[in-house]
Each structure stands twice: as C-alpha cells, then as structure tokens.
C-alpha cells in the first residue's frame, strides 16, 4: 500500500503511466498476457511491467467492467509521472481480484484504481519486489519466476515441478530428442502424463440446455479381448484417479476404437451428451494468420502433446454428466474424455493461455499441436527450452515420438513451411496426380467425367482433352498413345494448379462430396469462389481387403471419415457448418440412430468432432468423387464373385440320375400343344399318372410315397 500523510496528498509515483496521453505500446515498454477475473466476470488484457511505478493499478473503466468493489483512501495519494507531470490523485483501491500471467502464475492482488484506459493495468516495483520474475527481453516473456512463488502463486494454479516431484518410474525414449533438451526429461514422461492433473481456471465446464432430457444408454456388446481389455482399463483408470464410481442418472456407452498399432483405445458415445449441451464458441487458430510471422524463418520444430485431452479436468461440480456404462458397473471421469463436443475448444484455450506471451512471436498453436519458428539455431534452441519449460509448468507433457526438432521443412496443418515459406501439401493433390493411366474405355470415361466439372476453368478444353474424348468412340479401337498420355498428364497438372485449386478460406463453409467402390473411395474438398464451385483438394485410396467386405452403407460410412481424418485440419472446429454429399441416401440416419453396430459407433464417435450434416446427391451428380473412388478398379468385372453362404455351411449337392434323362427326353419331346383331352362329350381332367406312370414309379418306390419329387425340389446348388 502507498504512504499515506494525515493531512497532505502523499506523492505516487506512476512510472510510465500517464492517464489519457496516448503513449506507444513498443519497446521499451515490457507487456504480458495478462487474464483479470472477478466473480463470474473474465478479461484478457495486456499487462504493463513498470518498475517505475510505485505500485499497481487498474484502470477505472475496467474496475467497472469487472464489477469490482472499490473502496475510498482514508487519504487521497498524490501522482505524478517521471517526468514530474502531476497527474489526477489515487482516491480508490480496488477488492482483491484473481490475476492469472502466462498460463500459470495466479494471485489475487488489490490495485490502485487511477484512469487510464490504454494502460488498463500496471504491475508497479512492489509486485516486481515479491515475485522476482526473471525476465526473458529478447523473446518478451518471463522465463522463470522467483522461488516464493512455487509455494504460493504458483502452486495455487498448478504444482510445482521442481526437485521436489518424483521422477519418472519409466526414463522416457529421448533418441529423437537433441540433447540439448534432455535436462527437460520430464515434460517427455508417459508415466507423469497419466497422472491425474489439478483443478484450472480451464477445467472443462458442461453446461446442458434448460429443460433438456437426460439421456441414457445401452451397453454395447463387447467380443472377449474387449471385455479383457476393458476390464484392465477401468482397473488401471480407477487406480489413476482418472475415472470414480458414479450414481448419475446419466449413462453414455462404453466401446473401444482400434488404433494404428492394433491396439485398443476406449471410446465413450457422448452423442446424445454433445446434442443438449452449450456449445463453446472459442475460435480455433488460423494458419493464414500466421503468414507473415514465418517469413524469414529458416528452422522449425514440431511437438505433438501427450494424452491431450486427459490433461485436463473436468469442471468440479460436472464429473456426473460424464457417466458412462460398462459390464463392470457406472463410472465418471474426473478428467476430459474424448468425444465431448467441447474438448477441442477448451483444449485450444488452455494451451493458448499457457504459451500466450510466446504466440505470434515464434509459436504457432493448434489443439494439440505446436509450431516453433525461429531465424537461426541457437536463437531456435532458446524458444524451444522456453516452451518446453512452460509446459512442464503447466502439468502438459509432449510425445517425444511424434515430435521434429530442429528441421528446415515441416509439414503442418496441410502446408509445406520451408524457409519462411509456405506452400500448398502436395498430399492434396496426390489423388489426381497419381492417378493411373486408364487402361480401358470404361475408366477413361470416368476420367473424363471427372474432368468436365472443371472444364470452365481450363481454357482450350475441348483442344487439350481431344485425344482423349477420340478414344472414347466404340468405333474406335482403344489403343493407348503418346498422344494420350500427353493430354492426361496435361489435364491432371491444370486440375492441381490455379484458377482450379483454391486455398481454403476457413471463414466460408466447405462442401465434401464422397464416395465409394468397390475397391476404393475418394473425395472432394470444395468451397464456392464467386458462386461457382473450386476444389480445395482431392482424396482417393485403395480399400483394403477387410474394407472390400463392408456392404455398401459401411464403405460410404468410411468413405466419409477417412475424408475427415484426412482434412481434419481444416474441417474440425470451423465456424460454419459443412455439408457432406454422399449417393447413399440411408447415411442420413447416423447422426441420429440410436442403434448402430460397433463399427459405426466407433466412427460416430470421431464425427462428433466436426459440425457437419450429410446431405443426399444422386450418383448421376456425385461424378468426381465416384472417379476419384474407381480409379482402382481395371473394370467393371474385377468385382469378386461370391456366395452368399460360405463353403463349408453347404453339406453336398444331390444329383438325381432320373432328373438328367427327363430333362434329356424333353429336348427331344415334340411340342404337346394345348395338352391332352378327354372324351368330346365328357371332358375329363388331365391325369399325369396315366401318362407318366413309369418315370414316377422310376422315382418312387410306390405311387403313395411321401418323398418330394426331384422334379420340383433338386437344387442345383445342393441342400442345406
């Protein structure tokens, strides 16, 4: 607090403060991100660092804003600047408020109420004094705060990492790790990373709708190593901390997704949970944001956060509407579940807060992912021990194994960065450029069909495309040519180039049109440019032969989530909805069904992530996709002939000695005519004993037998 007199104003020094006289924000004045909150009520400010002021101060509006109760001086404080400029009296001091630097470091601090609204908050010598900030200037940030603060402001947001923790029970693998960060060991530990976090200004609010229905679920069946690997899951999470036995009147379903590795990963279906809750509208970055950042960047490094989601946890008060069933009994997770349709926002804004200060100055963030960028090597190994270091702070722990360090090319969010540069993935592309020279008529028709919804956009068309449309002629004979392999590979190249491809505008809605054959699936990724329609990139891969024996609905169903995963970058957490075009009218249930197989509810899962809805488009208008999809396929005949019923569910086929010489006679029969008649004064109906007497009596033992004839009941196939 300031000295106060009896009688006269004691003077306050301000610093660099100076009411309503607009002053520059650049160096040498130091900022921090900075968050003010006061009962329900939340800012995001920039802090001023002053070691020229005497004490700390909030702006009066702000005071307002947050609703802050200020309470008068027993004596007004004099002010004045350094140059001496006297400046309106401190009359006010603010209540105690929560304020949140860098991620971490949280307190609650009174503040000298002065107006001053492009200064709205300054951290003067005695804040300076307590928490001893040792101060990075190059990069603008705090490197490391004084040791009191581990037991104190830091502590009250997130435990301190220092030697005190335990170390790791496994040394995690650092081979693809510079040893230059191997004294940061433990922002790399699995084992620390399973552990269950602290409570954050972060944690992960649930609020449902008004009056909303609270759903319920069945139990999924699960196959024998399933049950096994369930059971060793909820074992090993109850042991965590991560999960607790729950009596909610809410249950979500419990099954397990097959990751990469073959392994299992469990998967709660929280679609009915997603559809009755309030949605956070907090933004996910733009990479186009970041262009003018990288130039001049020459060496990047990549981190790919471990157990993302788990890092967090779940809103005190909240863990109840994360119910889920299993065989073994109804649980709740204390942490952040996948397949909550706020995950994705709340993650991005944890790590945005935690890295704040170094965001757009050489880190770029995307949910789980982050991007260091830096104009020399030693200058890059300072940002990344920073940013490794501040992780550590904050409890988040990086994959060692999914990580690039120290590269002078990195793909990131569907962009090749090389040396400040960036350029579209060829990925994107890859599906028209690798697409293979057809090798009938059938599949040049394809390509060609596939070619004429971009035919707009490539002058001289017609002339280009010419030997190719010759081909299709069946008056022609199919004969591949130089020719033809010319006009291919020239149409392909104008399909991945400008005024065809379009960058995407992750500010307008997407379209993605989908697929799939027999042997394959492919895709579109679009956006409207001046009303007309311009691919942003192109899919397409072969089915494997496990895929090939989905029916129809599943591969459709695949064809789709493969798209996603793939563009997933583009598509997850836009601000508009994007619509799916699909040729299979019965996918428009999935959002909604309340049964679906194991499969289906894996991959309902992952939708969940993506604001989408599918939308029918007869296969007459779905070409490119449908192109994309059959460029696997040599003809229409390579599909795999197949039984209904497998081998070994037909015991034998019967065969009838008496059936082949009847059908033998028949040939040789000549025509009956009408057929035979009776008497012309007494009709009388035809009997087939009479006349066929021998052949039954061949067939059956007596005329009265009760066996089926071969006539009527042989099967060609054999019975069952």
């Not at 559809?275 to 960047?297: D, Q, W």
């Not at 494997?544 to 798209?563: C, F, M, N, Q, W």
């Amino acid at each position: 607090m300031p000295r106060t007199g009896k009688r006269a104003c004691p003077p306050v020094g301000t610093g660099v403060l100076v009411g309503e006289i607009n002053i520059s924000h650049s160096p040498p004045h130091f900022l921090l991100p900075a968050k003010l909150t006061a009962h329900t009520t939340t800012h995001s400010l920039k802090a001023l660092i002053d070691s020229g002021a005497e004490q700390s101060f909030i702006d009066a509006s702000l005071a307002k804003k947050l609703g802050l109760t200020i309470e008068p001086l027993p004596h007004a404080l004099r002010a004045s600047s350094l140059n001496g400029q006297r400046l309106p009296d401190v009359t006010h001091v603010s209540e105690p408020v929560t304020l949140c630097l860098s991620g971490n470091h949280i307190e609650l601090i009174s503040l000298f109420v002065f107006k001053a609204p492009l200064t709205p908050l300054v951290l003067g010598y005695p804040w300076l004094l307590q928490h001893n900030p040792l101060i990075d200037w190059q990069a603008g940030c705090v490197s490391r705060w004084g040791e009191g603060c581990h037991m104190t402001c830091l502590k009250s947001a997130i435990p301190s990492v220092g030697s005190s923790a335990s170390p790791p029970q496994t040394p995690p693998d650092l081979t693809a790790v510079p040893s230059v960060y191997h004294e940061l060991v433990e922002v790399f530990s699995k084992d620390r990373a399973r552990s269950l976090p602290p409570h954050r200004p972060y944690d992960c609010a649930i609020d449902l709708l008004p009056g909303a229905p609270l759903p319920t679920s069945r139990l999924y069946s699960l196959s024998r190593p399933e049950r096994e690997s369930m059971e060793e899951y909820i074992t090993d999470a109850l042991a965590a901390g991560i999960i607790r036995s729950s009596t909610s009147p809410l249950a979500a379903g419990f099954f397990f997704v097959d990751k990469k590795d073959k392994s299992l990963r469990p998967c709660i279906d929280y679609r009915a949970l997603n559809a009755i809750t309030v949605k956070n509208k907090y933004p996910l970055p733009l990479l186009t944001s970041a262009f003018e950042l990288l130039h001049g960047m020459k060496i990047f490094s990549k981190l790919d956060l471990r157990s993302a989601y788990h890092l967090v946890r779940i809103r005190e008060g909240d863990e109840w509407k994360t119910a889920f069933n299993t065989h073994l009994g109804h649980f709740e997770y204390l942490v952040m579940p996948f397949g909550l349709t706020n995950a994705p926002a709340v993650f991005q804004a944890l790590v945005n807060d935690v890295l704040r200060d170094f965001i757009n100055h050489f880190v770029f963030v995307y949910l789980d992912d982050i991007l260091i960028f830096s104009r020399s090597v030693s200058e890059h190994e300072r940002h990344v021990k920073l940013v490794l270091q501040r992780l550590l702070q904050n409890r988040l722990f990086v994959k060692a194994e999914k990580c690039e360090f120290h590269v002078t090319t990195v793909s990131f969010l569907g962009f090749i960065i090389e040396q400040g540069d960036l350029r579209p993935d060829p990925g994107k592309v890859k599906a028209v450029l690798e697409w293979p020279a057809p090798p009938n008529r059938k599949q040049l028709q394809r390509f060609l069909g596939f070619a004429n919804f971009y035919r707009r956009f490539i002058r001289d068309f017609s002339k280009i495309a010419s030997p190719l449309t010759y081909l299709t002629s069946p008056k022609v004979l199919f004969q591949w040519g130089q020719a033809a392999t010319e006009a291919f590979n020239h149409l392909k190249q104008r399909f991945a180039s400008a005024p065809i491809l379009s960058q995407p505008d992750l500010n307008q809605p997407f379209i993605v049109e989908v697929d799939a054959s027999d042997t394959g699936v492919g895709a579109v990724l679009s956006q409207k440019v001046e009303g007309k329609l311009h691919p942003c990139a192109y899919f397409s891969c072969r089915l494997s032969p496990t895929e090939r024996k989905y029916d129809v609905g599943d591969r459709e169903l695949l064809a789709i989530k493969l798209a996603l995963e793939e563009w997933r970058h583009w598509l997850e957490g836009t601000a508009q909805p994007f619509i799916v075009w699909t040729d299979h009218k019965n996918l428009a249930y999935l959002q909604t069904a309340k049964r679906l197989n194991a499969r289906q509810a894996r991959w309902a899962l992952f939708f969940t992530r993506f604001n989408f809805s599918i939308t029918y488009r007869p296969g007459s208008r779905n070409v490119k996709p449908d192109a994309l999809s059959r460029q696997f396929s040599s003809s229409e005949g390579d599909r795999e002939v197949a039984s209904i019923l497998p081998p070994g569910c037909v015991i034998g086929g019967l065969t009838w000695e008496i059936e082949s010489m009847v059908r033998q006679a028949q040939r040789t029969e000549p025509d009956p005519g009408t057929g035979p008649r009776g008497g012309s004064t007494s009709p009388r109906p035809y009997d087939p004993r009479c006349s066929n007497g021998p052949t039954q009596q061949d067939s059956h033992a007596t005329l009265e037998s009760n066996a089926p004839s071969p006539f009527w009941n042989a099967l060609s196939g054999g019975h069952l």
